[in-house]
């Protein structure tokens, strides 16, 4: 948590932190949303810790107890962002308001901490189609914010 005040979100502003999964064709749990959407309506950010799939093994090799275990996957913003919105256009399809929208500001994090650290302020939309290069990534979806906290985000606008 502490590293992500290197983006300039004041870190008493956080509230509940929640995991965003890696979807599949069968599995596309939402259960995070509702964490988010009690941050958005209480003004908090939200800190989104992105999915890593590491030592995965496919059932077939479970089942047979075999040691063998799949390429290791990182989630990227991009994903998070792109799952979001298609959970934000499933609520609006079921006649609710969605706690964000496409043009809802979210900032993204590349290996925070590393030389090479990557932060990113976008609309939502535009996160879903920007790369952020090398794992490990988390998404901010800040909720109310001071002007100092504007200014700072203002400078990794993309």
């Not at 502003?13 to 890696?22: A, H, L, P």
Request: negative net charge; proline residues 3%.
């Amino acid at each position: 948590m502490n590293a992500v005040g290197c983006c300039g979100l004041q870190l008493y502003n956080f509230g509940e932190t929640v995991s965003i999964v890696m979807w599949t064709d069968e599995w596309q749990p939402e259960s995070y949303y509702d964490k988010i959407a009690l941050n958005r309506q209480r003004g908090m950010h939200t800190l989104c810790l992105l999915d890593i799939k590491t030592k995965e093994q496919t059932i077939e090799n479970m089942m047979r107890g075999r040691k063998i275990f799949e390429p290791a996957r990182y989630q990227k913003c991009s994903e998070a962002a792109s799952q979001l919105l298609t959970i934000c256009e499933r609520r609006k399809a079921k006649g609710e308001t969605c706690a964000y929208d496409e043009n809802t500001m979210v900032v993204g994090l590349a290996r925070v901490g590393w030389d090479n650290q990557k932060i990113v302020y976008a609309s939502m939309k535009e996160m879903s189609e920007i790369e952020m290069g090398e794992p490990l990534h988390s998404l901010i979806i800040p909720g109310e914010t001071h002007p100092l906290e504007v200014d700072m985000l203002e400078t990794f606008r993309a």
